[in-house]
């Protein structure tokens, strides 16, 4: 998969997460979180929560995906599994993996992966993910 169409696929798939605040925190999961122990949504590293149950990895504001996998909100953990691109493990099954969750709000998610290393993520606006330099949008 080329950046250009995976990005513009994670514009799509993001775009509902705007009405997050109306519903459950779990429901609300889908859309770009910046991950590091402060809120950066201009650049930096993300992940991307596609509606759909994929994520990606990214740099934004418009570089990546770097890793992608599936996600699932088991509430008390995130399981997910992980390919870092350009996929040579593609067609073998990827472990589950979890990251604890310790907190949780619409907006913030402190979690420990399974060395008990925090990980944590803030929710940034959709338009924090730019199209790649030289192309119009996504």
Not at 18 to 40: D, F, H, I, R
Not at 62 to 70: M, R, S, Y
Not at 107 to 120: A, E, H, I
Request: charged residues 20%; hydrophobic residues 40%; contains cysteine.
């Amino acid at each position: 998969m080329n950046i250009r169409l995976a990005l513009t696929f994670i514009a799509f798939a993001t775009a509902g997460a705007a009405n997050a605040e109306e519903t459950p925190v779990s429901q609300a999961l889908p859309g770009v979180w910046s991950l590091g122990e402060t809120k950066n949504c201009d650049t930096g590293p993300a992940w991307v929560f596609l509606a759909d149950g994929y994520y990606a990895e990214v740099k934004l504001p418009d570089q990546g995906p770097f890793a992608t996998g599936l996600w699932k909100d088991e509430g008390s953990a995130l399981a997910y599994t992980h390919s870092h691109m350009p996929f040579p493990d593609m067609m073998t099954p990827n472990e589950m993996k979890r990251l604890t969750v310790d907190e949780r709000a619409a907006d913030k998610l402190v979690t420990r992966n399974y060395q008990g290393v925090p990980r944590v993520f803030h929710r940034c606006p959709s338009s924090a993910l730019k199209a790649p330099s030289g192309q119009a949008k996504h």
